[in-house]
């Protein structure tokens, strides 16, 4: 019985999902400190409040935002004041916003098959200022 719970052990310290996240230094994040150098392909910057955030399962976030800025590019899909749907990868590294937390977002767009526009954020690392890029399509 010994063996069979120290394999069990060993097989879930292996997989992948199972790996904890080494530390806050390694925490992400939704929001932006700083952006000195935009990530390119973009849709929008801006300062946005979340309303209502949601883990679905280990993966999936999604969260309601109100746009209290327009910093960047935006092609009139946004304004200040709109209500917009985030949804974006959950890790054990995060991201762990929560709502009522504010801060500036880099998003893509996507029309979802609803035919609603939903922002799918990068995620941004405060640690050593690495981000990436969302996965529009997990």
């Given at each position: 019985?010994?063996?069979?719970?120290?394999?069990?052990?060993?097989?879930?310290?292996?997989?992948?999902?199972?790996?904890?996240?080494?530390?806050?230094?390694?925490?992400?994040?939704l929001f932006f400190k700083a952006i000195s150098n935009p990530p390119a392909g973009a849709d929008v910057i801006a300062k946005v409040a979340l309303l209502d955030v949601t883990v679905m399962d280990f993966y999936k976030g999604e969260a309601t935002a109100k746009v209290l800025q327009v910093i960047g590019p935006a092609e009139a899909r946004v304004h200040k004041?709109?209500?917009?749907?985030?949804?974006?990868?959950?890790?054990?590294c995060g991201p762990y916003?929560?709502?009522?937390?504010?801060?500036?977002?880099?998003?893509?767009?996507?029309?979802?098959?609803?035919?609603r526009l939903v922002w799918h954020p990068y995620t941004y690392r405060?640690?050593?200022g690495t981000f990436w890029a969302p996965s529009i399509n997990k």
């Open positions: 019985m010994h063996y069979l719970l120290t394999l069990f052990s060993f097989v879930l310290l292996a997989s992948p999902q199972a790996q904890a996240c080494r530390g806050p230094s390694m925490e992400n994040t004041g709109d209500i917009i749907s985030l949804k974006y990868l959950v890790s054990s916003d929560q709502s009522g937390h504010v801060g500036t977002i880099v998003a893509k767009a996507v029309t979802d098959c609803s035919g405060v640690s050593d």
